[in-house]
């Protein structure tokens, strides 16, 4: 069986800090996706990036960055130089299979930025 | 283009009642999946359909809850004698998945979501 643990269940940091969201992941495949969403208030599912099991280089983009370590089973997400726009929940996400790209979530990290 | 459409965005009904959320997938995507999100955990997979087809139900909690596609594009789901615990958005989401190898993953698109109230 899958599963996503996001052990921080609420992060608040002051503006312009970098913050890094965990996320570890269990599976017995060998090939998988990894995912980050962001929800912001409004309640929508915001994508921001897919990984497969077989890419462990780490991902830059703007503010945001990823490190995916399989040793550890993790992939982890930090925002540098935060902005109040960041506020949000973030989910991290697993998808295993051929042909069903079903979506196992975590719980989610509620992130707050004060200005 | 339309994204993934959502109808109602809100329901709120009585213990007991029977209650359909309708989800309109981006057009010309085969796959399309069911979501529940209850409050503060993230969202958990119900039923996954290619084309009219349920290709996994597993994830659906009980014999009161049930999905339909019968043209293989929009989908109805269907929820018998609501129980208070059944309060959550309801998130679809679709994709133009085809069938794919490792490398050609196909990206899921969320709608909205439904806000069920089983008062």
């Known amino acids: 069986a899958q599963k996503v643990t996001q052990a921080q269940t609420e992060i608040s940091v002051v503006e312009k800090e970098d913050v890094t969201l965990d996320c570890v992941y269990e599976t017995r495949d060998t090939t998988y996706y990894l995912f980050w969403y962001k929800q912001p208030p409004s309640g929508e599912l915001v994508f921001l990036i897919r990984?497969?099991?077989?890419?462990?280089q780490n991902e830059i983009s703007g503010r945001y960055s990823w490190n995916f370590q399989k040793s550890t089973s993790s992939f982890n997400f930090t925002i540098t130089a935060s902005q109040v726009v960041d506020s949000a929940v973030y989910f991290c996400?697993?998808?295993?299979?051929?042909?069903?790209?079903?979506?196992?979530f975590g719980t989610g990290t509620r992130l707050t930025i004060i200005p | 283009g339309a994204g993934v459409s959502q109808t109602p965005s809100n329901k709120v009904t009585e213990k007991g009642k029977y209650v359909e959320l309708r989800c309109d997938p981006i057009s010309g995507h085969t796959a399309l999946y069911w979501y529940r999100q209850s409050l503060g955990q993230g969202p958990e997979f119900l039923i996954y359909?290619?084309?009219?087809?349920?290709?996994?139900d597993s994830g659906l909690p009980n014999d009161r809850f049930f999905a339909v596609r019968p043209e293989g594009s929009v989908s109805t789901l269907k929820i018998q004698r609501t129980e208070r615990g059944d309060s959550a958005v309801y998130l679809c989401a679709s994709s133009s998945h085809v069938g794919r190898d490792f490398i050609s993953y196909n990206e899921q698109f969320f709608g909205p979501g439904t806000r069920l109230t089983v008062l």
């Open positions: 990984r497969n099991s077989f890419d462990e």
């Open positions: 996400a697993l998808s295993e299979s051929f042909g069903n790209e079903k979506l196992t």
């Open positions: 359909f290619q084309g009219t087809g349920a290709a996994d």
